[in-house]
């Protein structure tokens, strides 16, 4: 059976929440294990979207914290999925925090989420290719085979001499 390849806007959700008080360190800023929370359930809603199925958190990759966002203020999460392999998929995540009261929109972070597709008996099945349009998508997309490899060495199934991908970001032929 062959799956229909699917675009990013076709697995792009946006996620909004409100920081209230219990979802604040003592600093009145949003705790960074609630957004990341919130990080995840955005991305296995996109990750679910992009391939009709039941999906499970493989792996994140790093997050950096730019800009905090405050008691009071608006969090808005956009996911899509970035690039899909054979049973997983990575998710691009960008996360905005608004400002109601002075009127304006910011940068929090973005991070790179995979998620791994799973049949009824919940083992791994293949998921719809990815197709980038926009320029900024294919630029994303070509990435993820780096970031992929990145985190298949860090999680030790992968050794680093077989990383083409990485290798000829650093070595010249």
Request: charge should be neutral; hydrophobic fraction near 40%; proline fraction near 5%.
């Amino acid at each position: 059976m062959t799956l229909k390849a699917k675009t990013p806007k076709d697995s792009h959700i946006i996620m909004t929440e409100l920081v209230l008080p219990n979802d604040t360190n003592v600093h009145g800023n949003l705790m960074g294990g609630r957004l990341m929370y919130w990080m995840d359930i955005a991305a296995a809603l996109a990750a679910g979207k992009h391939c009709n199925a039941p999906v499970v958190t493989a792996s994140v990759d790093n997050i950096s914290f730019e800009n905090p966002i405050r008691l009071g203020n608006v969090v808005h999460i956009e996911a899509e999925v970035s690039r899909a392999f054979n049973t997983s998929m990575e998710v691009y995540i960008k996360v905005w925090g608004e400002d109601h009261l002075q009127q304006y929109k910011y940068k929090s972070n973005e991070a790179y989420y995979t998620f791994v597709a799973l049949d009824p008996n919940r083992n791994p099945r293949p998921v719809p290719q990815l197709v980038a349009e926009t320029e900024e998508e294919k630029k994303i997309f070509d990435g993820a085979l780096r970031r992929r490899q990145l985190r298949l060495i860090l999680g030790g199934k992968m050794k680093p001499e077989d990383a083409e991908e990485l290798k000829a970001l650093f070595l010249k032929n």
